[in-house]
């Protein structure tokens, strides 16, 4: 991840978390401490860590690339600046498998609830990734829907932009709102280890296309947590890898998404839902080919006593066994599972998950037994 | 001393004894309720008159309100359990837990930082009436004579 070429990017960026972090733990503990001061500084910053650990057994084979999603343990490190009209926002993400800086987002609000982003962010076309990013101990099941995964997890829709980002809302009658969010900037290429998004710790903007993403959604409350509304987003990712062009038989895959969310919460019940619709055109020397396919999800949640919550998913795609683009470049991916779970949240923001799933890929069918401890400190 | 009550009728004492008891009562009452009365406060100095509701939630949430073009900040006022079970019930209408995990969710998703705490309501006067940017809440009786303090409207009443 790191190289000596782009040590100084490297440092500049560890010099101002670092900063930031020392400025947030000042005001933490520097006032913090004191009684009567508040407990949470200046209220200008934030640090919040998530972490998971997992124990877990599949009954088929691991995928050859060892995925992250998969990680024994896993540390997020997010920190918030909020001064005035101006946030900087930075998500770090440590595993065995990875170290990689996810997001770092300046952003500027020019009128309430209206934010323009530049920097490395997530994709506004998702509906699971804007909702919990990389925060495990948000997201209720212990893995996320095949068709949500990172680009690093064999993830089939690219879900990093390098670029600018507007995210607007607005009050639509006395409770409701709209959410208008819309990205462009660097887009994704494809090498023989799935999706490459700009990496910032070790940046290289060559051969990229520009990347566009975008969502409008009805707000049933403004300061809730329901939403539903339309996704669309578009790619053009170059192909880097010979081997993999070849197999492809394309040097460029131009993929469009076109996609619908509903997510509900009630008092009890809780519904995250999606579907999108994967357009392709592989196009090489040879000619072009269009496939597409549909893939989407519902997950389904009860909130019991003793702070327990109980959760069923199911996730299923059409045409995507039949896609050159998910056999050759993705043949992890899960075509349908149904997925099991129950989450024991206990003491202050930690969380003990058990999950079963039955899987089908291209390759074989499988199932997974998860364990997981989550939590986000302090 | 001795003489004085010993020229008082007893008619006069038991009347006596009956107008300081209404005037102890009165005392009490008075403050219990200015006491029984949770208010939102600004500085003196800040030109919000008025926030309804919603933008209240909005506020304690960690969302932008402006007014006046000036971004409005919360603070949270801890320095009772009581004002605290008040703020969850009557302020931002939703449990400890909701709300937590809900700011929780805003700092990952939107980069907001969640409201600080104050646990001394003379730091939190202090703070407000130097701010003009700063919204709180605290007891009327705790404000009703302090210049500097601005209440805006009643949260909770008994």
Known sequence: ?378 | MERGVAVMSRANRRLSAHVGALLLMMCCSLSALSADRLVLIVSAKSPVTALNSPEIQKLFLGLTVITHDEVLRPLRNESEEFIRQIFFQSIVSMSESTYERRVLALTLQQGRTAPPLYRNTKMLLDAVAADPALVSYAWAADVAKDPRIKTLRVLWHE
């Open chain 1, 1 to 378: 991840m790191f190289s000596g070429a782009n040590a100084p990017l490297a440092m500049l960026l560890a010099w101002v978390l670092s900063t930031s972090l020392a400025c947030a733990s000042d005001n933490m503990d520097g006032m913090g401490s004191m009684d009567g001061m508040p407990d949470h500084g200046q209220h200008s910053s934030e640090f919040v860590l998530f972490l998971s650990a997992e124990a877990h057994h599949f009954t088929a084979p691991e995928s050859s690339a060892e995925l992250n999603e998969d990680a024994n343990v896993i540390a997020d490190a997010l920190l918030a600046i909020d001064r005035d009209r101006f946030r900087l926002l930075g998500e770090f993400q440590l595993s065995r498998v990875e170290h990689d800086l996810e997001r770092f987002q300046v952003g500027f609000e020019p009128v309430a609830d209206t934010v323009i982003w530049l920097g490395r962010f997530h994709q506004p076309g998702s509906a699971w990734n804007t909702e919990h990013h990389h925060g495990r101990y948000l997201q209720t099941s212990v893995t996320r829907p095949s068709v949500e995964l990172w680009e690093d997890e064999l993830g089939i829709i690219p879900q990093h932009i390098t670029g600018l980002m507007v995210d607007s809302r607005r009050q639509v009658g006395d409770y409701g709102g709209l959410q208008l969010a819309a990205g462009a900037g660097f887009g994704t290429t494809i090498t023989n280890e799935g999706l490459d998004p700009v990496n910032l710790l070790d940046p290289h903007f060559g051969g990229r296309r520009l990347a566009l993403s975008g969502r409008i959604a009805y707000l049933p409350d403004f300061v809730g947590t329901s939403a539903f509304g339309l996704l669309v987003s578009h790619s053009v990712m170059p192909v880097l890898t010979k081997s993999t062009a070849a197999m492809l038989r394309a040097n460029q895959v131009d993929q469009t998404v076109y996609g619908g969310f509903a997510n509900w919460n009630g008092d009890i019940w809780r519904l995250t839902s999606a579907v999108y619709d994967v357009e392709m055109n592989l196009s090489g020397l040879a000619g072009s080919e269009r496939n597409s396919f549909i893939a989407g999800y519902a997950q389904l949640e009860r909130q019991f006593p003793h702070q327990l919550t109980a959760y069923g998913r199911e996730e299923n795609s059409s045409r995507a066994g039949d896609s050159v683009y998910i056999l050759v470049n993705h043949p992890d991916f899960e075509l349908r599972r149904a997925t099991l779970g129950l989450r024991w949240d206990f003491w202050r923001h930690q969380a003990l998950t058990m999950e079963a799933a039955h899987g089908q890929t291209s390759r074989a069918k499988e199932f997974e037994y998860r364990l997981q401890w989550s939590a986000a400190l302090p």
